[in-house]
């Protein structure tokens, strides 16, 4: 049977920072005391009248701009109708046919629609999972009720629970660098949801997909899909086929309970909202939108591959965050142009960030005690050798305890690299006759055994001594008691 290839796409909602609701003037406000922010028209009392919330256009074009979509010129509200508590008009406002937004990319994935849509209120189960007996009922806070959403969909181009993690985490710094959304999962902020199925690996032909939800933070996105594929596989290759349904993941034992078998679309009777209009973007909307981008993540990490020649797996890791992404790029620039970004970027991500872990505070690099200037001093004086590797990570080390300028720490400890040829000579040479076995080995070809002498070398010199120097006259030394 052909190895079975995974497709996962996925539909994220990101809750809009507004002030105020989607389609009235109550206050948006998390954590607040249940059913305080309330009015008729979100409590849908007979009679009432939505009006559309325009910063929440705003945002959504915003989000629509960084995902490189194309804006419908007119698109218009539907309602999708569903009878369940948290839902007080029966139905919620949302886009159907004619969404907002459509054919964008972000990064390596294609986005295939994003619309305006207003949130459900939140049901909260108590006790014996929501039956009304004795100390168990359903309760529902309307607070959330009317929230604006961004509902994002992606096409299904994603071939792995890691990448699906991945790309999510790089859409949440996006839509967070936009500053249309506190993009928090576990407040609920940012919801993802999986639509999971296998193929025969090479195939063009979707399988059957499943819709997993409740994956509350990026581990358990990635875990959650995990657990699915591998449901999936296994069903497959015994000869089973994969129902179309809705799981939820429970991240305590990697179970995953089926919802309900997934609506089809028909089952929620769609139909135009009659009581609003068209949105219809202006000119200057959609300017404004496209104006306010700031350099998202997914253009620096392409400009630091392209302009700077910084491999992919770097870029990501300086580009996503901006106060990452604004300290390697300070350094690089004090470092100067002795100094190739591609060299300052692997301190970053490199040795910096294995000090910081060492220091043992969860301080990325912006917030550390290193300046910029004085990591790119670090850098340049091991780049031109006027200290060792080794030393270079002993003051780096002070450096993350203490701050400071790395040239005093260098004098003060006196790290400066031997750079009198005569002395490091005559030290390899009292290394060679004090290790004659780990020298008769290497003259023998055991290359291997010529760490025994500069590991003497640097002890000799506490670390002083440049790493390739020491290999390179040990070995003319041997070679010249050989001949
Ligand atoms: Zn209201």
């Known amino acids: ?26 206050e948006l406000s998390f954590g607040d005391e249940p059913n305080v922010h309330t009015c008729p028209v979100c409590l849908a009392h007979p009679g009432v009248l939505p009006v559309t919330n325009e910063q929440a256009i705003r945002y959504a074009l915003q989000i ?77 806070d309307f607070n959330r009720g009317g929230t604006p959403l961004v509902e994002i969909v992606t096409e299904p181009d994603l071939r792995s629970a890691a990448e699906a993690a991945s790309w999510a985490r790089l859409l949440r710094e996006t839509v967070r660098q936009l500053g249309v959304s506190d993009v928090n999962m576990e407040e609920g902020s940012l919801r993802v949801d999986g639509n999971i199925s296998v193929r025969p690996a090479g195939s063009e032909e979707l399988g059957t997909k499943t819709e997993l939800k409740n994956m509350n933070s990026f581990r358990f996105l990635e875990r959650g899909i995990e657990a699915e594929l591998a449901r999936q596989r296994e069903l497959v290759e015994a000869g089973g086929t994969v129902a179309q349904e809705t799981l939820h993941f429970n991240p305590s034992d990697a179970s995953l309970t089926p919802l309900r078998s997934k609506e089809e679309a028909h089952d929620y009777r769609y139909f135009p909202e009659p009581d609003l209009v068209s949105l219809v973007p202006t000119e200057e909307m959609l300017r404004e939108a496209r104006e306010s981008l700031p350099e998202l993540p997914a253009a620096r990490i392409e400009r630091y591959r392209k302009q700077m020649g910084l491999a992919e797996d770097t870029a990501a890791l ?41 220091d043992g505070g969860d301080a990325g690099a912006a917030e550390s005690k290193v300046e910029p200037a004085a990591l790119a001093a670090l850098v340049a004086m091991v780049q031109e050798k006027k200290i060792s590797n080794s030393s270079g990570k002993a003051v780096l080390a002070t450096l993350v305890a203490e701050g400071g300028d790395p040239a005093a720490i260098v004098d003060r400890e006196g790290l400066a690299q031997i750079s009198d040829s005569g002395e490091l000579e005559s030290i390899v040479a009292a290394a060679i006759e004090a290790n004659p076995d780990a020298a008769e080995q290497v003259r023998a070809g055991n290359r291997k055994a010529i760490g025994a002498i500069v590991g003497f070398v640097m002890k000799q010199t506490k670390g002083r001594a440049d790493g390739g120097e020491i290999n390179r006259l040990i070995e003319a030394q041997l070679d010249a008691r050989a001949g």
């Not at 796409?9 to 809009?16: A, R």
């Open 318 to 358: 300086l580009a996503t965050d901006p106060a990452t992404a604004a300290y390697f790029e300070q350094t690089a620039k004090e470092a100067g142009k002795g100094v190739e970004p591609r060299v300052v970027a692997n301190w970053v991500t490199g040795e910096l960030a294995a000090a910081l872990r060492q």
């Open 64 to 140: 629509a701009a960084a995902l490189e979509c194309e804006v419908a010129p007119r698109s218009i509200f539907h309602r999708k109708n569903y009878f369940y508590p948290d839902s007080p008009k029966a139905y919620q406002i949302s886009q159907y046919d004619v969404p907002l937004a459509s054919n964008g990319r972000l990064g390596d994935v294609r986005i295939h629609r994003a619309h305006l849509e207003e949130d459900a209120a939140k049901t909260i189960h108590v006790g014996d999972s929501g039956r009304i007996h004795g100390s168990s009922a359903s309760l529902v």
């Open 1 to 26: 049977m052909a190895e079975l290839e995974a497709v996962i796409g996925l539909e994220i909602h990101v809750q809009l920072a507004t002030r105020t609701k989607m389609f009235c003037g109550c």
